[in-house]
């Protein structure tokens, strides 16, 4: 059946979408997680809601003006946190806020949801059209690129913005420069996630791969490799189930954080029961 | 003998954001620190140590005075910091944060042309902590921590160390070893360091000069000079007190404020 399924050219679009899309998330949110901005994400989608609706308001390619929208809003409030010291977690709450109300008024005022929004909200396989698949794909490599070229001084201010700027690093320029790429990677991830689950995407993978232990390449390989599988795995059953694909993607990443910590736990206890007795039989 | 660093009349007043409290945390502050110098600094919390190194490193830029380090102003040519390294006071490091010893070292080479793993492995060994580095600095005890951060500003080969109460978090065995090597990189590596701290007697031991910081600075000179001096060490107390007395004022005055502010008094 999964052979039958590879046949349509939707499918096959929405994979190799899908794929692109899951790395792109997993390795911007890696940083956000260690720079303690996983809330981030949620805001960055919340602003491009708005976006979609100021681009179904006035006719206009949606994903192009959340694109314009998300990217500036991101810019603006780094700006703004910077220079009045607004707390992290008040900016995100003030994004996410302005960019639902920007589309709940829009939306009022073009009469209200349409199928092409509610698309946008909790992400579609069908509707992955050539235009969209470009666009994903222009936007993940020109992420994937950079983050890959900068990602040593990535990881240097998520470990400590002073001694990353100590050591030449211009960190203000680095961090308009990642939320920029956040925004972009939020973007593509837009028509196949949807607004309300992005965020999961970004951390959820990379939680799970934190708990692996390992060293940073490991891990962000690891985080990639789960948040492929879940988006592979999740887009067929969504197909094969008749169900959301968002929601099923996230649900998986979800079995797969609960199985590692049980797996976890379960190797912790042997471990110690090893251990305990070893000093009885010493 | 040339001057690694050189500061000159330098002042710093902390202004707190879109209000009009300001906190002068520096005055007139002028030394300077040879070749192969080991400067403690020493002084209460509050003193302005770290606003000290923060401007000496860049970080903080709208200081009044003059900074050189190499004989290069810093605001003039900032490239000159790059021949300084840098250990913050620091909490413990994270110990889910997803990165190996040698990651960790390794950052110190950004922005350096030659990268190699051989200087990594040399750096590590200097710090003695050569069989650590696949491990995951979370794992790392607060000490070992220290001395990877030490590692890690030992790969871009910096000609002044600044050291920020680098035994804050360092388990209770490990200050005299974390003092050998502080010792060691000074003498045997030739690097001039900086180094802030509480412990006097660690400072007396190892410094060759003292700085007594106390928002102004009231003495700078030899060790021996100021250790010796039971005068010096009286003033240096007192200076301490009325700056400790100073600064719990200021805080029960915050909290009768906040309490002043938080209160409310119904009309008869």
């Known amino acids: 059946m999964v052979f039958e399924i590879l046949q349509y050219s939707f499918m096959q679009r929405a994979l190799l979408s899908g794929a692109v899309v899951a790395a792109t998330c997993s ?109 994903i794909l222009l936007l993940s490599a020109a992420v994937l690129l950079i983050v890959f070229k900068l990602h040593k001084q990535l990881m240097y201010v998520a470990f400590s913005e002073d001694q990353a700027r100590v050591s030449g690093i211009n960190v203000t320029r680095l961090n308009y420069l990642f939320i920029g790429l956040a925004s972009l990677a939020v973007i593509a991830s837009l028509r196949l996630v949807g607004v309300l689950l992005i965020s999961s995407l970004i951390v959820i993978p990379n939680i799970t791969a934190m708990m692996f232990g390992k060293g940073f390449k490991k891990t962000a390989l690891i985080s990639i490799i789960i948040a492929v599988l879940s988006v592979l795995i999740g887009i067929v059953i969504s197909y094969v189930a008749n169900l959301a694909p968002g929601g099923t993607i996230v649900l998986i990443t979800i079995f797969i954080l ?11 206890r042997i471990k110690m029961r090893k251990d305990i007795k070893m000093v009885e039989s010493h | 003998m040339q001057d690694v660093a050189s500061v000159k009349n330098l002042s710093y007043t902390y202004q707190v954001t879109s209000t009009s409290f300001s906190s002068r945390v520096l005055e007139n502050i002028s030394f300077s620190i040879n070749e192969g110098d080991l400067l403690g600094v020493i002084g209460p919390n509050g003193a302005g140590k770290t606003t000290l ?87 790392l005890s607060g000490g070992q921590q220290q001395r990877i951060l030490i590692a890690k500003a030992l790969v871009s080969e910096p000609k002044l160390l600044i050291l920020d109460e680098p035994t804050t978090s360092v388990d209770v065995e490990t200050p005299n070893k974390f003092y050998t090597l502080i010792k060691n990189l000074n003498q045997k590596n030739n690097i001039s360091i900086m180094w802030a701290s509480h412990d006097l007697d660690a400072v007396n031991k190892i410094a060759n000069k003292v700085m007594c910081l106390n928002q102004t600075m009231f003495f700078h000179g030899d060790t021996n000079e100021f250790f010796g001096s039971n005068e010096l060490i009286r003033m240096y107390s007192e200076s301490s007190m009325q700056l400790h007395m100073h600064s719990h004022s200021n805080q029960k005055k915050k909290e009768l404020d906040s309490i002043y502010i938080q209160g409310h008094v119904d009309t008869p």
């Open chain 1, 258 to 268: 609960l199985g590692t910590i049980s797996a976890k736990s379960v190797t912790k």
């Open chain 1, 27 to 135: 390795v911007v949110g890696l940083f956000l997680v260690l720079r303690r901005q996983s809330l981030f994400g949620d805001a960055l989608s919340h602003v491009a809601f708005g976006g979609i609706a100021v681009g179904l308001f006035t006719s206009i390619y949606p994903i192009w003006t959340a694109l314009v929208v998300s990217v500036l809003a991101s810019l603006g409030i780094t700006k703004l946190r910077q220079s009045t010291k607004i707390p992290p977690d008040a900016a995100v709450a003030i994004m996410l806020s302005s960019g639902l109300a920007v589309g709940i008024v829009l939306i009022g005022l073009a009469g209200g949801f349409s199928l092409d929004l509610e698309s946008f909200l909790f992400g579609s396989i069908l509707l992955i059209g050539m235009q969209d698949q470009i666009m």
């Open chain 2, 53 to 139: 190194f923060s401007c000496i490193l860049g970080l903080l830029k709208d200081y009044r005075g003059e900074i050189r380090i190499f004989d290069q102003d810093i605001r003039k040519n900032s490239s000159v910091l790059k021949s300084i390294g840098y250990i913050p006071q620091q909490k413990s490091i994270e110990q889910t944060f997803p990165a190996t010893v040698d990651e960790i070292v390794s950052l110190g080479m950004i922005g350096k042309e030659n990268i190699s793993k051989e200087k990594v492995a040399s750096s590590l060994k200097m710090v003695d902590l050569s069989d650590q580095m696949h491990k995951r600095i979370g794992e």
